[in-house]
């Protein structure tokens, strides 16, 4: 498996932006396509974006589109999400995984799970 750990978390204000990281280590990360997920108290985890193993392509949930941008870079094995104009609606802890099949929306298909990082934004 993989392991992950995500980073970037914190407060921001409403149309503020945050950068979110995930460092991957453990099995050869460039084998894997990558998701972004979030999970705010007392919803189901949602899909927020995701990036194919290699060329870049890349997908994102209608309410994020436009506004976040997904890459990787896998010389150095991590992941990454811009998040932009932000609103109290994105707040929710953020996940990172992988998964053998490029650009999925379903976490089921997803195998390995970093810990979370959380994000608040303020009205």
């Known amino acids: 498996q993989v392991q992950l750990v995500e980073s970037g978390g914190g407060l921001v204000q409403a149309g503020g932006s945050l950068r979110l990281s995930c460092a991957a280590s453990?099995?050869?990360?460039?084998?894997?396509?990558m998701g972004w997920f979030r999970q705010a108290p007392g919803k189901e985890r949602e899909f927020v974006a995701a990036i194919n193993l290699n060329y870049g392509f890349t997908r994102y949930a209608d309410s994020v589109k436009g506004r976040f941008t997904i890459s990787r870079d896998n010389a150095k094995n991590t992941v990454s999400q811009q998040m932009d104009s932000l609103n109290p609606e994105d707040a929710a802890v953020y996940y990172c995984?992988?998964?053998?099949?490029?650009?999925?929306?379903?976490?089921?298909?997803?195998?390995?799970w970093g810990q979370g990082t959380q994000v608040t934004v303020s009205s």
């Open positions: 453990g099995r050869t990360f460039s084998n894997y396509h």
């Open positions: 995984a992988t998964s053998t099949i490029p650009l999925a929306t379903h976490p089921t298909v997803y195998t390995s």
